[in-house]
């Protein structure tokens, strides 16, 4: 297992190309499933999540292989239909897969995904929504097993007590590219996700409108040819480049970022003191000054995401005041609360929300990562740590974030990657 050691204290200083964002990625790379003939997905980060969904791929008869000009995907055997625990356990947005391979092979086994370190994450509506275009469905040895000759377009409606769900959009609007007629998703995620999916398989010959607003309607196709796109960059990643420029007091260009994809992030982090500046293709992000408290929620797109909630707070960890974050997706996702306590952080937690009353500086600390977002703001407090943080268990950091620490190397960050 790999551990970062991270002097902190560093300004950092230099320009930061986002990667292709991997919750584009990974919907996009099971639609392949739906279609005839090779594709070719450009863009696609180098990340750990992006290999096991290759691989689940792999198993379901499909040829994944990276090439110079991007991910090259074809399905060669269309028979296995069985997406093991074993493989959606390391990933739960395996899942994914459900939807296409319903849609296209008429019957689907996936095993169901437990909880993770965030929360408990069901896929209810995921289910609600298949059911409703037609799909029968049943639980076997806790596997969902799906079966449909050919699914149904139909009004369905994707709300739950949280909002909408991303992955659960993705699925049924996937599944709903073949079906006879025609489906309204009521509710559906708006994220630049969803639009970039809703792209690529309108490229692949399907007819989708309306993705990117809660009303998507999909007028069932016959078949789907295999088509070549590029990811949009990861709003995350940048998000995160943007929280290392402030931490640090420093100044980074972001090449590669959508800032109209980060509107929300973005009038935060300048109430909040940071200069946020639009540049070709990009943006330029600095401080110079102590960065002032507030309140942050988080919520489905276009307000903050819960991908960003543990970056931020690391940032506030340091402001003038106390800030209130309230977790709005996953009410149980502040695994980082302890570890920023143990690098000095003054964070009270009560029910979904966090209190951070900023400390002058935070210390270096050995302190272990425990999901991908988690991991990212444990990086960030060290960056702007008096002394040496160990960070262990970095394998969840990398299954998100492409190459994290040599994009901030060259920014002048001092971190090692060390194998314990
Ligand atoms: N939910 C339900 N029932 C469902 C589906 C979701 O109650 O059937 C709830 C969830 O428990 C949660 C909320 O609805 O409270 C939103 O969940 P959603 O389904 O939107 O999450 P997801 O699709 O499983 C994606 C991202 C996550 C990101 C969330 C929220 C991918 C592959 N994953 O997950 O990304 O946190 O949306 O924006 O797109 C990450 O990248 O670190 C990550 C966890």
Redesign the pocket.
Known sequence: MDKFIIQGGRRLRGDVAISGA??AT?PIMAACLLCEGESRILGVPEVTDVQHLSGLLGELGMEVARAADGLRLKVVDEQPCHARYDLVRKM??SVCVLGPLLAKRGRARVAMPGGCA?????????LRGLKALGAQLDLKEGDIVATAKRLRGAEVFLG?????????TANVVMAATLAAGKTVIEFA?C?P?IEDLANFLNAMGAKITGAGSPRVTIEGVERLQATSHRVIPDR?EAGTFMVAAGITNGEVRLSQARLDHMLAVVDKLRQIGLIVERADGGAVVSSNRRISATDVTTQPYPGI???LQAQLMALLCSADGNSVITEK??PDRFMHVAELGRMGANIRKEGPTAIVTGVKRLVGAPVMASD??ASAALVLAALAAEGETTVSRVYHIDR?YDRIEQKLARLGADIRRVSE
Do not use: W
């Open positions: 991997k919750n990974l739960r947005a965030i929360g408990s994450r069901p896929i209810d509506i995921h739950g007590a949280f909002g909408s769900t991303v992955t659960g995620a994220e996700e995350i995401p819960t991908d997706i996953y991908l977002r998100g």
